[in-house]
């Protein structure tokens, strides 16, 4: 019997036909890489199957591996507050991330974010594609390098792409731009309040494609 070489999702997809709660259902028991192992459970997508925009981000974090929900953490408020200022409702919108697990290392009491491999993202991408094959946003908006070069390899730059259509199959607009952890880890208060611009700067340019097509 050959072996595999490297593992994905891929075996661990539904049969049949797909839903969201039955990809939701097959992904927590989701064995395509190893970070499984250490994390408390699979963070799966969230929002409805009729949704026009996706939100695309890395992983979960401490608190979201916590919850089982994406965003709901530091990085959420924020995600939370750059929606709210560029006039998106969340709760119209799917917000997933790149790879399903909480990835981190252990510093005393505390669970540091690591960030995941090239091959931890291609692991996870089959449960990504499914939920596009599904929801067909749209729009999608990649949060982040690690979403950004999921889809567009290890030599895209958020910073030289941000804020503008990106050609891509995936949907008839793709945006990428700053990962809302990013704004956190700025130096100080007025780079913490610049890059928070930038991101709803980029995100009103979503709005905006939301609104047009919506007319
Ligand atoms: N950062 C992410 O990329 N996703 C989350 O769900 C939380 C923090
Ligand atoms: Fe499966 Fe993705 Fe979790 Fe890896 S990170 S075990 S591929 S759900």
Redesign the pocket.
Known sequence: MATRKTSDAEPFLPEGRRTLPKLREAAAHCQGCDLYLHATQT?FGEGSTGARLVFV?????D??DRKG????????RV?DRALEAAGIARDTTY?T??VKHFKFEERGKARL?KRPRAGEVKACRPWLSAELELIRPEIVVL??A??AQAIFGPSFRITHSRGRPLESTLAKVVIATA???SILRAPDEEARHAAFEELVEDLRVVAKHLNEKAK
Do not use: I
């Not at 981000?57 to 974090?61: H, K, T, V």
């Not at 929900?69 to 959420?76: D, I, L, T």
């Open positions: 963070v981000g890395e992983q979960p974090g608190m979201e929900r994406p965003f709901v953490g530091p990085a959420g995600f917000v991330n790149a974010h949060l982040g690690t979403a990962h809302p952890s």
